[in-house]
């Protein structure tokens, strides 16, 4: 029952990674928490359930644009969903709730504001609620990247009801905002679905940014023209100024930021979904509500504040599988202009969590590790290799240089100091500073005083960073740096370091983007049915990408299906949507 379910009302013919596991969980009224990368198919895993079970599924979001994006969606399917917001009339309220009575929905969705309203839990008690579902479920920590006070409150559900599943889905949870999210839902022996932080489909880059970075970007986006993207900046101003340069440079763009009038941001929100203009210029204020699933590119024009936000952003790119590409702009000036927000924070131990985050991003991108393999880390997961999907991972792009020597200067002076001090006093000894501390410890008296003076304390700091990153160093307690037995090799000799010539030079080297092969498909036919899919889309008034992918474009113009059943059996396509697409994309494609 569950795959005819999946192929007649979603178009798929198999499962992906984990669905199947969580689909099963909710069908045995099991309590669930999954954790599954953007595009990875959280929705499918709740609402297919729904679709089996009697009565109604209530779904807790964060976002009215996120909660419109699925009752939509939803509604397109021909499954009856309706959402609560403070957007809407008491009449229509009213309306909603009485046809939840009358069994006529099958998903209500709410905010979290709402469900810490006595007279909403009382109007739920009226129901036949089968399961809840707490999308966005990282919230509920304070140590996660949005953390939302009226999330905490959900907790409440087990309490008002006890013999109710509760499900939980996100796509960013390091183990410490995963046990929070147990803990704070009261998840009784719940199933706990953790799926691989990689996405194979995106490759990533970083760059130092060169000035406002415009160049750069638009050498990047001369890649992907005609193509749907996200360019996320830091300011309502730059998010203005920057769609401005873009359309004068050819291009289509509009902006999104929270400065905008509400109608204003609809409205350009619907002519992105709706592939009237291909490019998005916004702040984070273009978050969770979007579930566009044909969008090729991200580009961040500056250091996002933690990598959580970077890692649920670029999750925007080929939510559909195919191939897309992210690219991060950034320089040391984006770190002060993080930190200087965090004086506002009165709370230490949460304004220093913050700063660490911020440290890790930039981290991130200056490291030479494999972006991938970085991610996986820092959300407690594991990758061997990324298969050249990272520009830190393409041999033979970046010109390297020794930095041995310099390597051996700093593992003497810590041997030398016993591993008892941090960086900038081991800098300082490098340096030959005259600091009144150096100087009372008789630091000017060791072999290593002043052997350093060639390099900045910058460039110092980056040589450092890269022993870090290698493990040849370890940060002990009170961030002491510590020797580990990789670092004895360097000091014979017995091992030579390198570092990319660009950290040191902060030069900005073009990368070149190797791609997965890509489905083979007649190019002429896939934009004759984009094209009719554009024209239905304004008909019925829906995002395009409801009807379908360009992924599901791509496979129709690579088989040519000429009959119902031929159409059937390329992925993507259900009987539900052969219905009501099916014949009118027949006829483009045998014309």
Same mark, same amino acid.
């Given at each position: 029952?569950?795959?005819?379910?999946?192929?007649?009302?979603?178009?798929?013919?198999?499962?992906?990674? *984990?669905?199947?596991?969580? @689909?099963?969980?909710?069908?045995?009224?099991?309590d669930?928490?999954?954790?599954?990368?953007?595009?990875?198919?959280?929705?499918?895993? #709740?609402? *297919? %359930?729904?679709?089996?079970k009697?009565?109604?599924?209530?779904?807790?979001?964060?976002?009215?644009?996120?909660?419109?994006?699925?009752?939509?969606?939803?509604?397109?399917?021909?499954?009856?969903?309706?959402?609560?917001?403070?957007?809407?009339?008491?009449?229509? @309220?009213?309306?909603?709730?009485?046809?939840?009575?009358?069994?006529?929905l099958?998903?209500? /969705?709410?905010? %979290?504001?709402?469900?810490?309203?006595?007279?909403?839990?009382?109007?739920?008690?009226?129901?036949?609620?089968?399961?809840?579902? @707490?999308?966005?479920?990282?919230?509920?920590?304070?140590?996660?990247?949005?953390f939302?006070?009226?999330?905490?409150?959900?907790?409440?559900?087990?309490?008002?009801?006890?013999? =109710?599943?509760?499900?939980?889905? =996100?796509?960013?949870?390091?183990?410490?905002?995963?046990?929070d999210i147990?803990?704070?839902?009261?998840l009784?022996?719940?199933?706990?679905l953790?799926g691989?932080?990689?996405?194979?489909?995106?490759?990533?880059?970083?760059?130092?940014?060169?000035?406002?970075?415009?160049?750069?970007?638009?050498? !990047?986006?001369?890649?992907?023209?005609?193509?749907?993207?996200?360019?996320?900046v830091?300011?309502?101003?730059?998010?203005?100024?920057?769609?401005?340069?873009?359309?004068?440079?050819?291009?289509?763009?509009?902006? #999104?930021?929270?400065?905008?009038?509400?109608?204003?941001?609809?409205?350009?929100?619907?002519?992105f +979904?709706?592939d009237?203009?291909?490019?998005?210029?916004?702040?984070?204020?273009?978050?969770?509500?979007?579930?566009?699933?044909?969008?090729?590119?991200?580009?961040?024009?500056?250091?996002?504040?933690?990598?959580?936000?970077? /890692?649920?952003?670029?999750?925007?790119?080929?939510?559909?599988?195919?191939?897309?590409e @992210?690219?991060?702009?950034?320089?040391?000036?984006?770190?002060?202009?993080?930190?200087?927000?965090?004086?506002?924070?009165?709370?230490?131990?949460?304004?220093?969590?913050?700063?660490?985050?911020?440290?890790?991003?930039?981290? #991130?991108a200056?490291?030479?590790?494999?972006?991938?393999?970085?991610?996986?880390?820092?959300f407690?997961? =594991?990758?061997?290799?990324?298969?050249?999907?990272?520009?830190?991972?393409?041999?033979?792009?970046?010109?390297?240089?020794?930095? =041995?020597?310099?390597?051996?200067?700093i593992?003497?002076?810590?041997?030398?100091?016993?591993?008892?001090?941090?960086?900038?006093?081991?800098?300082?000894?490098?340096?030959?500073?005259?600091?009144?501390?150096?100087?009372?410890?008789?630091?000017?008296?060791?072999?290593?005083?002043?052997i350093?003076?060639?390099?900045?304390?910058?460039?110092?700091?980056? +040589?450092?960073?890269?022993?870090?990153?290698?493990?040849?160093?370890?940060?002990?307690?009170?961030?002491?740096?510590?020797l580990?037995?990789?670092?004895?090799?360097?000091?014979?000799?017995?091992?030579?370091? !390198?570092?990319?010539?660009?950290?040191?030079?902060?030069?900005?080297?073009?990368?070149?983007?190797?791609?997965?092969?890509?489905?083979?498909?007649?190019?002429e036919?896939?934009?004759?049915?984009?094209?009719?899919?554009t024209?239905?889309?304004?008909?019925?008034?829906?995002?395009? /990408?409801?009807?379908f992918?360009?992924?599901?474009?791509?496979?129709?113009?690579?088989?040519?299906?000429?009959?119902?059943?031929?159409m059937?059996? +390329?992925?993507?396509?259900?009987?539900?949507?052969?219905?009501?697409?099916?014949?009118?994309?027949?006829?483009?494609?045998?014309?």
């Amino acid at each position: 029952m569950k795959y005819a379910a999946l192929k007649n009302n979603f178009g798929h013919n198999s499962f992906r990674e *984990l669905q199947e596991e969580g @689909v099963d969980a909710i069908l045995s009224g099991r309590d669930l928490l999954m954790i599954l990368p953007t595009g990875g198919g959280k929705s499918l895993v #709740y609402q *297919l %359930p729904t679709i089996l079970k009697d009565g109604i599924s209530i779904v807790i979001s964060p976002l009215i644009a996120l909660m419109q994006d699925q009752v939509s969606a939803l509604k397109a399917q021909r499954i009856s969903a309706d959402m609560i917001s403070s957007a809407q009339s008491r009449d229509e @309220v009213d309306e909603i709730i009485q046809k939840a009575y009358n069994g006529e929905l099958k998903f209500l /969705y709410l905010s %979290p504001e709402r469900l810490n309203n006595q007279a909403t839990i009382a109007m739920l008690r009226g129901l036949n609620i089968n399961f809840f579902v @707490v999308d966005e479920a990282h919230c509920i920590s304070q140590w996660g990247h949005e953390f939302r006070d009226d999330y905490r409150a959900l907790g409440n559900l087990r309490t008002n009801f006890p013999n =109710t599943s509760i499900c939980a889905f =996100t796509a960013t949870s390091t183990d410490h905002v995963t046990d929070d999210i147990l803990r704070e839902l009261r998840l009784e022996n719940p199933l706990l679905l953790k799926g691989k932080i990689f996405r194979k489909n995106i490759f990533i880059s970083a760059q130092r940014r060169v000035s406002n970075g415009h160049l750069q970007l638009k050498a !990047f986006l001369h890649r992907h023209k005609n193509e749907s993207g996200i360019i996320y900046v830091s300011s309502r101003k730059k998010a203005e100024e920057l769609s401005i340069y873009l359309n004068t440079n050819g291009y289509k763009s509009l902006p #999104y930021h929270a400065g905008l009038p509400q109608h204003v941001r609809e409205q350009n929100f619907k002519i992105f +979904v709706n592939d009237k203009v291909n490019i998005m210029v916004a702040t984070i204020a273009f978050g969770m509500g979007i579930d566009k699933s044909d969008i090729r590119f991200v580009a961040h024009m500056s250091l996002p504040k933690s990598l959580e936000n970077y /890692y649920q952003e670029i999750g925007r790119a080929g939510r559909d599988g195919e191939d897309s590409e @992210v690219l991060l702009l950034f320089n040391a000036g984006d770190i002060a202009q993080h930190k200087r927000f965090l004086d506002e924070i009165q709370n230490g131990e949460y304004k220093e969590h913050l700063a660490q985050k911020i440290d890790k991003i930039y981290k #991130y991108a200056t490291g030479e590790i494999c972006f991938h393999k970085q991610l996986a880390e820092y959300f407690d997961d =594991t990758l061997d290799e990324c298969m050249d999907r990272c520009d830190n991972c393409m041999q033979g792009d970046a010109k390297k240089q020794s930095i =041995t020597k310099e390597a051996q200067m700093i593992l003497s002076a810590i041997y030398k100091t016993e591993q008892n001090f941090g960086k900038n006093y081991i800098i300082d000894i490098l340096r030959g500073s005259k600091e009144q501390k150096l100087l009372a410890n008789g630091a000017d008296r060791l072999s290593v005083y002043g052997i350093g003076t060639d390099l900045s304390k910058k460039e110092w700091f980056v +040589v450092l960073e890269r022993l870090l990153e290698l493990k040849i160093l370890l940060l002990g307690e009170f961030s002491v740096l510590k020797l580990t037995q990789e670092a004895a090799d360097i000091l014979r000799g017995k091992k030579e370091l !390198f570092i990319k010539s660009s950290r040191l030079e902060i030069a900005v080297k073009e990368k070149k983007v190797k791609r997965d092969e890509a489905v083979d498909f007649d190019e002429e036919l896939f934009e004759r049915l984009r094209i009719k899919r554009t024209q239905m889309a304004s008909e019925l008034k829906v995002p395009a /990408y409801i009807i379908f992918s360009d992924k599901v474009l791509k496979n129709l113009a690579s088989s040519k299906p000429c009959d119902k059943i031929s159409m059937l059996e +390329v992925n993507g396509v259900g009987e539900k949507k052969f219905e009501q697409f099916g014949e009118q994309f027949l006829e483009v494609i045998n014309p």
